[in-house]
Structures are given as C-alpha cells and as structure tokens.
C-alpha cells in the first residue's frame, strides 16, 4: 500500500511534465497558503489518482515557532474556498498525524489518502486546509484550494 502511494506521487511529476506539454494529466499540484499565524511559510499538496481514491502528498516549509514539536498537524478537506468553506469537513484524513521527515525546522513531507475519487475532487469546489494540534490551539496553517487554482498542473 505505501509502495503504491509513493508509486502515484512519483506519477505526479511525470503527469505534471505531460500537463505541461499539453497533455490530460491524473495528478496536479495545488499551493497552499500560509495563515496569518503561520506568515511566510509555503507549501503545496499533490494529488493522484488511486482508484476509488485520491492520493495526496503535502510539502509544508514549516510552522510558526509556537507550534509544538514533534510536529503533528491534521488534515481536511472542505467544501468551498479558503475565505468561505463549510462549518465541518467533508473529509478528515487524520489516522496519522506525524510528517514523515520529522526534524526540527523542516520542511516536512506527509502523505494521506482521501475517500473520494480524483475526478470527483478535481471536479468540484474544495478546500485543503491543514491545521495545528488543539494541544497548539487548533489554528490553521495552511489553506489551498481546488477547482478554482490557477496553478494546478494538469487542469
């Protein structure tokens, strides 16, 4: 199962040269937007198609100094936008909280699986928002948004 997630990360970038090039891709790459608590990181969020669900890889650069370490986020995904999204997630995808490259200044890499089909999602009107623990007060860190990304590949 990992070996397939990173298989479908991997697509991402041959998918994203191929949308380039003009090409229909099953991946793209969506910015994420750094909060106001979190100013003047960067980080983006992959998305690949793995059947009946969407395989998402998210890059942060990093968290405000305030935020605890080891570091633990969680991760959603919203109906709507970054400025205006629904009261609760139309997907928590929190069965692990830890980034993979867990070291103390980051940047820090993390996978996730959505249950919804990568078509489905890029097809609507969603929101990617990643967030600190309640242990850090819960705020957000990051927002991206889909459907409406200009610099999503592949679109």
Known sequence: MKRQRWLAHAAVLVCGMGAAAGHAADAVNIPLRASAQNAGQTGSVSLASQGSETSLLFIISGVSRTTTRPLRVYTFIYE????S??????????????????????????????PI??????????????????????????????????????M
């Not at 692990?96 to 959505?114: E, H, I």
């Open 80 to 83: 709507g936008s970054c400025a």
């Open 85 to 114: 999204h629904a009261d609760k997630p139309a997907y928590s995808m929190n069965q692990t909280l830890r980034p993979v490259n867990d070291t103390p200044a980051g940047p820090w890499r993390f996978s996730r699986s959505a």
């Open 117 to 154: 089909a990568y078509d489905r999602l890029v097809g609507g009107n969603y929101a990617f928002v990643v967030r600190a623990g309640p242990w850090d007060g819960g705020m957000d860190l990051f927002c991206g948004e889909i459907g409406t990304s200009s610099h999503a590949l592949g």
